[in-house]
Every structure is written in C-alpha cells, then in structure tokens.
C-alpha cells in the first residue's frame, strides 16, 4: 500500500487513477484501446472505462456529466495547464508511439527531439487534446547517444 502525504497528515492510497473528461466515449475508447495499444481494464457499466497504464490507471468518462460530477462548468478549451506523460523504453520506441497515436487519429503537437533535461520526447493531442508527452529518461538517452558514438566511431576507416 503507498503512503502519500496529503495536507500535513499521512494518508493511505489504494489507487492512483487520472481521469479525462471526453467529448464521445465510445469513440476515445477505440483510440486508446485499438489506436494506441492502451490495455483496457474490464469494469461496469460502461459508462466510464479504465485502462492500465502500469501502477496507475487512466480513467475515460463524459466531459460533461465529469464536470457536473465535480462541480465546475464543462466549458472550456485551449491549454489546460496539464500534460500526461508516458516514458518508454528508448527514442525509437517515442517515435514509434507518437506515430501510431497520430495514424489512431491523434494530433502531433511537437515532434520527438532531444530534452534540455537530458531525455528525448515529444508531444502528441488525443482526440479531446489532452496533451500527452511520450518520451525516454536522459539515463537511456545518454546511453543510446554514447553507443551511437561508438558504433560511428568503430565504422571509421582506420589510418596507418
């Protein structure tokens, strides 16, 4: 069980769960179960759908009956002042997701480029432009880099 701090005092956490409000359910289903390979948790009734993202679950329910739920007007668009964010395996595997959540139906919103911070990411709009960067630690960035330095270097002609 983890143990967050909330508000001064230790608190018990049994789930970690980001939601999305959507535009049409069944249609941002399809593109993070099929478009972008996301494994859906089976739950009832499917008035929300959860997905497996891994230690933390993604939570898809209407926009508006979300912002009803939690009190606010469903009105509202441009920037959020959130992103999402999915670290993968490698550079190659960023460009490879980005690609298929674009062919899924997705936005590119910046493509896939080497961090200040160190890493590599890009970022990508759902279907509700919920922003989400994929990208890859500066950790497995750095040794992507250094073996591609390597491998260049060894291609080199030797001179006598």
Known sequence: MNVG????????STATIVTLGVRDLKRSIRFYETGIGLQRVPY????????DLGGAQLALFPRNELAEDAGVSGIGEGFRGVS???????SQEVDAFLERA???????TRKARPQ?????SGY??????HLWEIGCDSKTYATERAAAQEGAAAAE????
């Open 124 to 129: 990508f709009g759902d279907l509700d432009g």
């Open 5 to 12: 701090v909330f508000g001064g005092g230790r608190m018990a």
């Open 102 to 108: 674009v062919q899924a139906g997705g936005t590119l």
């Open 44 to 51: 009832e009734p499917e008035t929300i759908a959860f997905f």
């Open 116 to 120: 200040p911070w160190g890493g590599y």
């Open 157 to 160: 002609p030797q001179r006598d």
């Open 84 to 90: 999402l964010a999915r670290f993968l395996g490698s």
